[in-house]
């Protein structure tokens, strides 16, 4: 094997972050040299926090989850993944499965990133059974009704998507 670093971009909205994604994060930083948590803006979509607020929730949750690891660093992009990849000289773009039902869209997304850059692949990796069913989509309706969701995502994020929805609701 060569010198070269062997960067990978986990890239996802994560609106919030959660135990499922900090665990497929762990894992990946045990794979490759360098992971980049990649935050994506997407217009399509309106999340509970902003682009601010979701990066400081990210790098503050990989802090209190990975306090010992340096591999591991915190971007935000737009436009094409395998375009912001291949930037940040990226070997490989990691995406969670957790059920089946992941797979297909995965799959698909896997491929069209491989024909408009080959050198890049997709890794696809399954978070702990404990986390199979979990989903940012779930933590945010947990929280809108008052549920405590600190079982599903780190501290600083629970008290954010708390405080959201409390804020809401006055």
Do not use: W
């Not at 900090?22 to 040299?33: H, K, N, Y």
């Not at 949750?61 to 737009?78: G, H, L, T």
């Not at 491989?114 to 696809?124: C, D, G």
Request: aromatic content about 10%; overall charge negative.
């Amino acid at each position: 094997m060569s010198g070269k670093k062997r960067i990978a971009i986990y890239p996802g909205t994560f609106d919030p972050i959660t135990f499922g994604h900090v665990d497929i994060i762990g894992r990946a930083s045990e794979l490759f040299d360098e992971v980049i948590v990649a935050l994506a803006r997407n217009s399509q979509k309106t999340p509970l926090f902003s682009d601010a607020e979701r990066f400081t929730l990210v790098q503050s949750s990989i802090k209190e989850c990975f306090p010992d690891k340096s591999n591991i660093s915190v971007d935000s992009f737009e436009g094409l993944l395998v375009h912001y990849a291949e930037s940040k000289g990226a070997v490989a773009i990691i995406r969670g499965i957790r059920v089946l039902s992941d797979f297909e869209y995965e799959f698909r997304m896997a491929l069209m990133n491989r024909k408009l850059k080959e050198e890049i692949s997709t890794v696809f990796l399954m978070p702990h059974e404990q986390y199979t069913y979990l989903h940012s989509t779930l933590v945010r309706e947990l929280a809108r009704y008052g549920q405590p969701v600190d079982a599903f995502v780190p501290e600083a994020v629970a008290e954010a998507v708390l405080s959201k929805f409390s804020k809401e609701t006055k």
